[in-house]
């Protein structure tokens, strides 16, 4: 939430700072803002809006200067407006601060300032910590490096933070807590940003800062790097695996129907060098380690939030049936908050696009102060999840920058059954031949995907006979239950028609009540396990005049004759459905946004990245 970029070096900042921002705009759009020094003077420039908005209110002002700080804004104390956008200043306007995360304590701080004279304009948090750092620089009498290290020893909460100050324009001080801060070190220049995505074009060298580590970045001095306790670090220099062309939209409208479209590769890098078909093993470097545990593991936690959720469900339904170890799947949210019981032999899955949702973080700390091993899956190298956790297996679906989660889910389902098929292989759950057979299947499925693709157009006539319904119903059984929460989740929150996922059969334990003709079902109604019970599940809501949009096996013919329109996908073992079924329903969420003119990239009151609980 909230994103930040900033900039010191040789070049004009300006420019730097808003294509930074707007690759950074996922984190949040509601205002933005920058602020440059240049020969004395400190402009900040700032308005509710999006990056644009920022750009227009900029138009003809002074913006020179190689020296900058950029926000863009996801509000959480105070509304979006001009006022409580980023950069905040010091009384004095000497300094300028951007931040992203949440000061738990800045009510007390706030008083205590008021007590010595401040002033403060804003309704936000932030405001507070930058008049802190500026009492204390002038109590103290110390530089800003140490007066920020002094101001954060007495915060509590969740920061990244960039400070400039007037007085000293070759200095620039970030510190972070709980939220992501990346630098990069480019000839004679110096980047920050929430993640690498504004960084990429300039460099590839980067730091990725740790909790409680200050970076003062000084035009003469280079980068030095000391935690709050005063102690010196010694920055470890990475480089970037990332590409340019994956942060562009490459051709396509929105980044969702980029990203919808990109799953075939997605899923088959999230496979590669850990499926071998000629050896017919599995493979997942990053947990060999905790192979035993996982074998001997007499339970699994699985946490995550959003659409991770869902994939977590999906493997549940993976680890259950393929290695027979319990699983119990957990809103981060929830299970961080009721003191769950946690043993030393639990083994606790995290799953994160983003690996920086602030209560799967919280609960990954839950768990490992408990004794539980962590296991991740996420997307961003280098994310704070990916660094807490115990060991873990990326998912390779590179950057997603739709809000709405798409390649992000099935590359984790992916990661998932490679997860249970290796473990299953070693407990000796899984029959040799049904293992290879779903090796195969596996290997197939990005082929499989590139073909539902291709039905593209029928999906598209289908979402424009459902444009202007308010509700929807998702229903699914087995492996497709996920699914139908995910299907429902992408439609409500970009194209904000209210939608619910439901197991098939819970249908007539209440929401039955609500089909009528106005009521688009959705049922996910494949070959398998429950193909009979879901064809009744149809009949149900058929007998109420609900209008069926079934998704089933290619060449079903019984379903045909039943619903108002099917989508075929191809046929595929049960484990695996998901992977396909899931895509039509994006490709459905998408084109209703699409038509009902909502900002499918941008929805609103979403961020990306859900670094506040
Ligand atoms: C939905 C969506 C969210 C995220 C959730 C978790 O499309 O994107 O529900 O899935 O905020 O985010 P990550 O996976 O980054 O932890």
Request: hydrophobic residues 40%; proline residues 4%.
């Amino acid at each position: 939430m909230c994103g930040i970029v900033a900039y010191m070096g040789e070049k004009q900042a300006y420019p730097i700072l808003i294509n930074g921002l707007r690759r950074l705009e996922y984190r949040g759009y509601d205002s933005a803002g920058v602020a440059l020094l240049r020969e004395g003077d400190l402009n900040v420039y700032k308005c509710q809006g999006k990056v644009s908005d920022l750009e227009a209110h900029t138009m003809g002002k002074e913006l020179g200067g190689t020296v900058g700080i950029g926000h863009t804004r996801w509000a959480t104390h105070g509304p979006p407006n001009d006022v409580n956008a980023h950069p905040h200043q010091s009384t004095s306007g000497d300094l300028a601060l951007i931040h992203n995360g949440i000061i738990e304590n800045y009510a007390a701080i706030k008083e205590e300032l008021l007590h010595r004279g401040h002033s403060f304009q804003s309704d936000t948090d932030t405001e507070v910590l930058v008049h802190l750092i500026d009492d204390i620089q002038r109590s103290e009498g110390v530089d800003l490096a140490e007066a920020v290290r002094l101001a954060l020893n007495s915060v509590v909460g969740a920061y990244a933070i960039v400070v400039l100050d007037r007085k000293d324009p070759d200095v620039m001080v970030a510190a972070r807590k709980s939220s992501p801060l990346v630098i990069g070190i480019g000839d004679g220049e110096h980047f920050l940003a929430s993640d690498a995505t504004p960084i990429v074009e300039h460099t590839k060298n980067v730091v990725y800062l740790e909790d409680g580590e200050i970076a003062v970045i000084d035009r003469r001095k280079g980068l030095k790097i000391r935690n709050i306790k005063n102690q010196v670090k010694t920055p470890f220099i990475q480089e970037l695996e990332m590409h340019l062309e994956t942060l562009e939209k490459g051709g396509y409208d929105h980044f969702m129907l980029k990203e919808i479209h990109e799953q075939p590769r997605s899923i088959r890098d999230s496979m590669r060098g850990r499926l071998n078909l000629a050896k017919g093993e599995v493979v997942l470097g990053g947990i060999t380690d905790y192979e035993q545990k996982f074998v001997q593991a007499k339970r699994i936690l699985i946490v995550g939030c959003g659409t991770s959720w869902h994939a977590g469900l999906v493997g549940e339904y993976l680890f259950e049936e393929l290695a027979r170890i319990p699983v119990e799947v957990e809103y981060a949210s929830e299970f961080r908050y009721r003191n769950p019981v946690i043993n030393e032999d639990d083994i606790v899955i995290a799953i994160s696009q983003s690996g920086e949702t602030a209560d799967t973080l919280a609960a990954i700390e839950l768990a490992k102060g408990k004794g539980a091993t962590i296991i991740g899956i996420c997307n961003v190298v280098g994310s704070s999840i990916a660094r807490v956790t115990h060991a873990g297996s990326y998912t390779h679906a590179g950057p997603e920058i739709g809000v709405a989660s798409t390649k992000a889910f099935t590359a984790q389902v992916t990661v998932l059954t490679l997860m249970a098929l290796m473990i299953g292989q070693r407990k000796g759950t899984i029959a040799g031949s049904r293992f290879h057979r779903l090796l195969n299947e596996l290997d197939a499925i990005p082929a499989k995907v590139e073909k539902v693709l291709q039905g593209e157009a029928q999906i598209k006539y289908i979402a424009d006979i459902y444009k202007e319904a308010s509700n929807a119903l998702y229903l699914g059984r087995g492996y497709s239950f996920p699914v139908a929460l995910e299907g429902a989740l992408k439609l409500k929150e970009i194209s904000y028609i209210h939608a619910e996922g439901y197991p098939a059969a819970e249908m007539k334990h209440g929401p039955i009540a609500l089909i009528d003709e106005e009521m688009p079902v959705f049922v996910i109604a494949t070959k398998g396990a429950s193909y009979e019970k879901v064809v009744s599940n149809i009949q149900e809501v058929k007998a109420r005049k609900g209008k069926i949009i079934a998704i089933v096996t290619e060449g079903d013919t019984v379903v045909d004759g039943l619903a108002d329109h099917v989508i075929g996908i191809p046929d595929t073992a049960d484990p695996l459905v998901p992977l396909l079924s899931v895509i039509p329903l994006q490709l459905i969420s998408y084109h209703i946004a699409v038509m009902r003119g909502c900002n499918v990239d941008q929805p609103r009151n979403l961020a990306k990245s859900v670094t506040v609980e």
